[in-house]
Nanobody, 127 residues
Framework: QVQLVESGGGLVQAGGSLRLSCVSAGRSFDSKNMAWFRQAPGKEREFVGGITWSGSRTDYADSVKGRFTISRDNAENTVFLQMNSLKPEDTAVYYC????????????????????WGQGTQVTVSS
């Protein structure tokens, strides 16, 4: 079993920054690719970005590329999402998740390929 707990969400003005954290309680964190997804009201959950287990590779949705950065600290079982230049359209509940299939290189963008999820943290960006 893996438990994921996100934190760091909140209300911020457009152009501001937030840093989300996701702490894993469970085994094998350092062998899991991790990803962040988000879901806005009335919309489907969408891929934001992911990072391989080693941290050597990252992947981002086009909508956040250049503004968001994913990193991880395997010693602390934590993955981070640094969000800069936030826009009102970034408003959503943000979730971290573990990729089901291990891969040195491939970060899956399909939420169905992720098996453990956190409870989510709300991010609200005001205009």
């Amino acid at each position: 079993q893996v438990q994921l707990v996100e934190s760091g969400g909140g209300l911020v003005q457009a152009g501001g920054s937030l840093r989300l954290s996701c702490v894993s309680a469970g085994r094998s964190f350092d062998s899991k690719n991790m990803a962040w997804f988000r879901q806005a009201p009335g919309k489907e959950r969408e891929f934001v970005g992911g990072i391989t287990w080693s941290g050597s590779r990252t992947d981002y949705a086009d909508s956040v590329k250049g503004r968001f950065t994913i990193s991880r600290d395997n010693a602390e079982n934590t993955v981070f999402l640094q969000m800069n230049s936030l826009k009102p359209e970034d408003t959503a509940v943000y979730y971290c998740a573990t990729q089901r299939s291990p891969s040195y290189y491939y970060i899956n963008r399909d939420s169905r390929e992720y098996d453990y999820w956190g409870q989510g943290t709300q991010v609200t960006v005001s205009s």
